[in-house]
Nanobody
Framework: QVQLVESGGGLVQAGGSLRLSCAAS????????MGWFRQAPGMEREFAAT????????LYADSVKGRFTISRDNALNTVYLQMNPLKPEDTAIYYC????????????????WGQGTQVTVSS
């Protein structure tokens, strides 16, 4: 089992920035690809970004490409999502996930999920 705990969400004005963190515990963090997903009100959960187990490769959804950056620190068992500039349409609950590969994660196939952290972007 892998336990994932997100933090760093909040309320920010459009054009601002936030950095989300996801702390992992349990099985060996460096064995897993990690990712971020989000779910806006009334919408289905969607893929945002993923990073390989080593950190060497990343994938992004078109909606966040060029604005969001995913990174990880395997020594700290933590994955991050730097978001800027933020737009009102980025408002959502952001979920951290662990999976077997960036390819599978980008298609929504994950092994573990966190509880989510709310990000609200005001216009």
């Amino acid at each position: 089992q892998v336990q994932l705990v997100e933090s760093g969400g909040g309320l920010v004005q459009a054009g601002g920035s936030l950095r989300l963190s996801c702390a992992a515990s349990g099985r060996t963090f460096s064995n897993y690809a990690m990712g971020w997903f989000r779910q806006a009100p009334g919408m289905e959960r969607e893929f945002a970004a993923t990073i390989s187990a080593s950190g060497a490769s990343t994938l992004y959804a078109d909606s966040v490409k060029g604005r969001f950056t995913i990174s990880r620190d395997n020594a700290l068992n933590t994955v991050y999502l730097q978001m800027n500039p933020l737009k009102p349409e980025d408002t959502a609950i952001y979920y951290c996930a662990a999976g077997r590969s960036t390819y599978m994660m980008a298609r929504g196939s994950n092994d573990y999920w966190g509880q989510g952290t709310q990000v609200t972007v005001s216009s």
